[in-house]
């Protein structure tokens, strides 16, 4: 299991890791319900697959026009990456 770090940058719906861990308890509780719906239901909806993909250059010094150069960084909903 990977632990998810903080000072990570946030997921297409603004969340990131201190957003749940600061949270209100409620919350806790209301994903617990949702994750085992999801568990019993066997339907997880489609936008938990969602993430937005960002180039990251891997050689600042080098030919940044190349795309050799670069490297993708996916960043995937905190939801999503809590309920794996």
């Known amino acids: 299991m990977v632990?998810?770090?903080n000072g990570k940058a946030c997921d297409a719906d603004c969340l990131s890791k201190e957003n749940i861990v600061?949270?209100?308890?409620?919350?806790i509780v209301h994903l617990k319900l949702l994750f085992s719906m999801f568990y019993n239901h066997g339907?997880?909806?489609d936008k938990f697959g969602i993430g937005i993909t960002i180039p990251v250059v891997k050689d600042k010094l080098g030919n940044i026009n190349s795309i050799n150069n670069?490297?993708?960084i996916t960043l995937s909903p905190v939801i999503s990456k809590m309920f794996e």
């Not at 600061?22 to 919350?27: D, G, I, K, T």
């Open 22 to 27: 600061y949270c209100h308890p409620a919350l």
């Open 3 to 5: 632990a998810l770090r």
């Open 70 to 72: 670069y490297r993708p």
């Open 43 to 45: 339907f997880i909806p």
